[in-house]
């Protein structure tokens, strides 16, 4: 372990390594460094005091150089045991980035980290899935007297923060990075599809094509994943409660069942719902010898564990972020990632052109909190449509592709209610 009283991270003499891997997103997330380029000069950020919790990869890492671009001064944790790359953790450190994380931390060192970012006093946080902003309200309320606001990346912590608002909880704004257009319609769903595959595929090497994959949830993310499940060949199921996506799934060709048929007939099972309790006990008992079982939703409550562990005669470690679990009746379940996101603690999460957009928008939403977040009501904000418009044309241009503009002619007709047949 390479420790100072400025970080702690796995090793860093891996800093060569991660520093490439981070020149590498940078070549790829064009938006976010247009956004470097332009408030380099100005730093927006002069004075501000940002401590983040997100996945450390080489996108966060391209985000974080643009904050520190931008004048901040940044305090840095994962948000997830199994998801920090440890050669990016140690490039951020030895560029001199206050950051605690490590791949493989236990729940106390994960609380422990998050707190060792909350020293410098923070004046914005970045969260995501709400365990920092959490940690602050619960045991630091003391120091959101100077927080201008928060903001926060995934469906999971949106849903705990909007609780928390509804319960008058907040103690200062919060921006729902995830509600933006440019971030849900693309991360969660190409994002997610494509990083969830990769990691099913380095952890187990199977083919997809002619298995049956059953995905739980067909929210944005289940619908990713079921997308390039189905293009690569695999008789794709979808398990839901929600009437409305579960008719989507149908009607977009795919098989709804519950899960209490689909444990019997499922090759490759991954959850994607953000609720718990997804894969319990009596499904265990009823899959095929062989069965694969993964999640992709932010926590890893989705696959009840404690219950698999109850019908083993033991388990080893197979292969890299696959566990082998031999049943008392001789069956073997195979786990991916420990039930963690499978994306990140098997691959290398999103793809950074999608997370360039994603990240675009933790920026901007943190440059107006930076500004106008102490007028703002403690409430959860959104960006506006017109940043998302503009977030997505700029994106359209790194990829080279032109679009059309409405003729005045066609303004006028698009508020004409009188205009008919
Ligand atoms: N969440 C999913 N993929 C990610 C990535 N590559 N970087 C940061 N957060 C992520």
Known sequence: MSVTSNFKVADLKLADKGRLRIEWAESRMPVLMALREKYKDSKPFKGHRIAGCIHVTKETAVLVRTLRAAGAEVSWSGCNPLSTQDDVAAALAAEGTSIYAWHGLSKEEFYWAIEKTLEFKPTLTLDDGADLIFTVHSKFPQLARDVYGGTEETTTGVHRLRAMAADKKLLYPVIAINDSETKWDFDNVYGTGQSSLDGILRASSVLIAGKTFVVAGYGHCGRGVALRAKGMGANVVVTE?????????????????PMDEAAKIGDIFITATGMKDIIVGRHFDSMKDGALVCNTGHYDCEINLVDLEARMKGKREIRDSNEEYVLKDGRRIYVLGQGRLINLAAAEGHPSEVMDMSFANQFLGLLKLAKDGKTLDKKVYELSPEQDQ????????TMGIGIDKLTAEQAKYATDYSAGT
Do not use: D
Not at 244 to 256: D, I, S
Not at 390 to 397: D, G, R, W
């Open 390 to 397: 503009e977030i997505a044309f700029t994106k359209l241009a």
């Open 241 to 257: 409660i929600r009437p409305t996506a579960a008719l989507k799934a149908t009607l977009e060709g795919y098989r709804v069942m």
